[in-house]
């Protein structure tokens, strides 16, 4: 059963860049691909992107400009690196499998709460 | 703004049936994507419920069901547990995007 655990700083000072990380367990890099999707206290979900094991990758468009995703097939895992953070990019940040662009997300992480402030 | 429409919140006895709508477009759901379904419980990581339209996971009780027709989805929870209090989200691929759209989430009360 595939796990995803991610990792990474719990507070932002704004106008910084966030780096998360997402590990896998128990699954080939190859097997998905891995998506990023974030949820803001209280709200709904939002899908931040997601990539391949080849390093192919797509974003929200809303994010595009601001969102580098990366993949270490070494170490099993994949990054997120979102500029340029605000008060409003304040969420619990997922990883997640994916099976690809007409399928669902399954299974998640565990999320990592993002909080950004000086 | 979520790309698709769901009603804010739900309620329903224990024992009785309620539905959760997933309005969507013609980009999205209109254009024949799949829908599918997750539940979150409070202070989990959402988890998949129904995907590709109709298809239960391994593990997920009948009691949940969901259909799609035109620009539209929905989720049916018949006999109402307590446990079933939770926030359920619809997602689909919306082609005009060119990437995964979420509903804005139901909050689903137990009375």
């Known amino acids: 059963q595939v796990q995803l655990q991610e990792s990474g700083p719990g507070l932002v000072k704004p106008l910084e860049t966030l780096s998360l990380t997402c590990s896998i367990s128990d699954a080939s890099i190859g097997s998905y691909f891995w998506s990023w999707i974030r949820q803001p206290p209280g709200k709904g979900l939002e899908w931040i992107g997601y990539i391949y094991y080849t390093g192919s990758t797509n974003y929200n468009p809303s994010l595009k400009s601001r969102v580098t995703m990366s993949v270490d097939a070494s170490k099993k895992q994949f990054s997120l690196k979102l500029t340029s953070m605000t008060a409003a990019d304040t969420a619990v940040y997922y990883c997640?499998?994916?099976?690809?662009?007409?399928?669902?997300?399954?299974?998640w992480g565990q999320g990592t709460l993002v909080t950004v402030s000086s | 703004q979520s790309v698709l429409t769901q009603p804010p919140s739900v309620s329903g006895a224990p024992g009785q049936r309620v539905t959760i709508s997933c309005t969507g477009s013609?980009?999205?759901?209109?254009?024949?994507?799949?829908v599918h379904w997750y539940q979150q419980l409070p202070g989990a990581a959402p988890k998949i419920l129904i995907h590709?339209?109709?298809n239960r996971p391994s593990g997920v009780p009948d009691r949940f069901s969901a259909s799609k027709s035109g620009t539209s989805a929905s989720l049916a929870i018949t006999g109402l547990q307590t446990e079933d209090e939770a926030d359920y989200y619809c997602?689909?691929?919306?082609?005009?995007?060119?990437?995964?759209?979420f509903g804005g989430g139901t909050k689903l009360i137990v009375l």
């Open positions: 997602q689909s691929y919306d082609n005009s995007l060119s990437g995964s759209v």
């Open positions: 997640a499998a994916f099976g690809g662009w007409n399928t669902w997300f399954d299974p």
């Open positions: 590709g339209n109709i």
């Open positions: 013609s980009s999205n759901i209109g254009a024949d994507f799949d």
